[in-house]
Nanobody
Framework: QVQLVESGGGLVQAGGSLRLSCAASGRTFSAYHMAWFRQPLGKEREFVADIAWRGGSANYAEFVKGRFTISRDNAGNTLYLQMNSLQPEDTAVYFC??????????????????WGQGTQVTVSS
């Protein structure tokens, strides 16, 4: 099992940057496929980015390409999401998620077995 705790959210002006972190417990973090999702108020949870267990392969939602970067530090059991050029439409609760076997599409919430509690990101115009 793995437990996930997100941090780094907050209030930022449009055009600003934030770096989210997701700290994972357990000694097998490096075996998990990791992802970030977000959920705007009143909307469904949506895929943002994912990264393979080795860290070499990543996918991004179209609406964050060129602005967000996902990365991981397996030695430090931490997943990151660097968010630049933030816009008001990026306002949401951001969640990290983990999947051991990735038995499903990387962009589907049902693929992931473990979730953090989320961290709020608010972008003002």
């Amino acid at each position: 099992q793995v437990q996930l705790v997100e941090s780094g959210g907050g209030l930022v002006q449009a055009g600003g940057s934030l770096r989210l972190s997701c700290a994972a417990s357990g000694r097998t973090f490096s075996a998990y496929h990791m992802a970030w999702f977000r959920q705007p108020l009143g909307k469904e949870r949506e895929f943002v980015a994912d990264i393979a267990w080795r860290g070499g392969s990543a996918n991004y939602a179209e609406f964050v390409k060129g602005r967000f970067t996902i990365s991981r530090d397996n030695a430090g059991n931490t997943l990151y999401l660097q968010m630049n050029s933030l816009q008001p439409e990026d306002t949401a609760v951001y969640f990290c998620a983990a999947s051991l076997n990735l038995r499903g599409s990387y962009y589907n919430t049902r693929t992931y077995d473990y979730w953090g509690q989320g961290t709020q990101v608010t972008v003002s115009s």
